[in-house]
């Protein structure tokens, strides 16, 4: 089966194309808007989602595509227009050309922040969502693209909720907790935290997020939304 991970050169991109390698199971292509970072260990296509018709040409040929391509929170607080660019019309490109070419399923990683405020504790799928800044709306909108073109057109779907994900290749830029300290740590510098620290968090490790992707590539699984955490808080 030809897998196409979009967003590959990415934190979990980078952990999920690294896994999806050593099964040697299916043919994969890695694509991204960043030169190779892969050393040519992976066929790797350098693509900006915002092109279609270069969208169009690298979904032809795929079965699963897996869409981790993103521009993340803290960019969207800066400039909301262009993040709704390529979160938004980025995953339509990738749904039109998926629709165009055949695809049997797309991966997609969403937010817990589409959740917005939490009512209760622990938030379950059903929890309403509320999203309280513009990347969990441009978020929280492509999930329900993705229902829409699977009601519509057949293109079926897996849309994984990320909580708060840590581990290798993680971008201090982010902004991200967990990277963040561990280098005021190693720098032997103070950090701040805000507030007592007993505010919670759900942290999944890279790897248990990208073992959760494998099993929906290898999977008959479809039209499902699933929070991508552990259920377990842990304070900070």
């Known amino acids: 089966m030809k897998v196409l991970v979009f967003g590959a050169a990415g934190f979990v991109g ?9 099964e040697r199971e299916h043919e994969l292509v890695g694509s991204d808007a960043v030169e190779d ?3 040519g260990s992976v066929k790797y296509l350098k ?5 279609r018709d270069h969208v169009f040409e690298t979904v032809k040929g795929s079965e699963v595509i897996v869409h981790l391509a993103a521009s993340p929170l803290v960019a969207s607080l800066e400039d ?3 993040n709704m660019k390529v979160n938004v019309e980025g995953t339509l ?4 050309a998926a629709r165009k070419h055949g695809v049997s399923k797309v991966i997609y990683s969403s937010a817990s922040s589409v959740v917005g405020t939490p009512k209760y504790n622990p938030v379950g799928e059903e929890h309403p969502c509320n999203p309280r800044t513009p990347y969990a709306v441009a978020k929280k909108t492509c999930e329900d693209y993705l229902r829409v073109y699977s009601e519509l057109y057949g293109l079926h779907y897996v849309v994984f909720r990320f909580f708060n994900v840590y581990g290798p290749w993680q971008d201090q830029k982010s902004g ?6 561990y280098r005021t740590l190693k720098e032997n510098k103070e950090f701040q935290v805000h507030g ?9 490790y890279v790897e248990d997020v990208a073992d959760f992707c494998c099993s929906a590539v290898n999977s008959d699984v479809k039209d499902l939304t699933v929070n991508m955490g552990t259920g377990r808080g842990t304070s900070i």
């Open 196 to 204: 007592d620290g007993s505010n919670t968090r759900d942290f999944i």
């Open 176 to 181: 991200a907790l967990v990277p963040n300290l």
């Open 47 to 51: 693509v900006n989602v915002l092109d």
């Open 37 to 39: 970072p892969f050393g």
């Open 93 to 96: 490109n990738i749904l039109d």
């Open 14 to 22: 980078r952990n999920l194309i690294e896994k999806l390698g050593r």
């Open 80 to 82: 909301p227009t262009s």
